[in-house]
């Protein structure tokens, strides 16, 4: 995942948490948008990709990444969070969690795929 001309943060997409929409995800990408924030703990961008709720959870730790069906939104964790949401659990960031306390509304997100 990258923030544009800002960071890079490792962000692995994980198909045990939810096969379905991490497979509907990882068949999209590349991905981007731009950054929204919803209060201090959460930094989201809307996209298309159009799936289901799959296991669906509220409750959220730092550096977990999750889905919201209802927007096509990825959603980035800086805190622990109970969401009044349910989401789809899609993965974790594994590295420079902290960057994303540094987005302004308005910065562009990108999740792409890298080949290594």
Known sequence: MEIRDKAKISC???RHLSPRTVGTI??????????????KSIVYFETSVDSGIER??????????????????FCFFTNDVVSGKTM???????????????VKSGDVLCIYEEIA
């Open 12 to 14: 692995d997409l994980k």
């Open 26 to 39: 990882m068949r999209s990408l590349p991905l981007e948008g731009h950054a929204h924030l919803l209060g």
């Open 56 to 73: 669906a959870r509220s409750e959220f730790k730092k550096g977990d990444v999750a889905f919201l069906p209802s927007s096509g939104s």
């Open 88 to 102: 789809t659990p899609i993965g974790k960031l594994s590295d420079n969690i902290d960057a994303l306390k540094d």
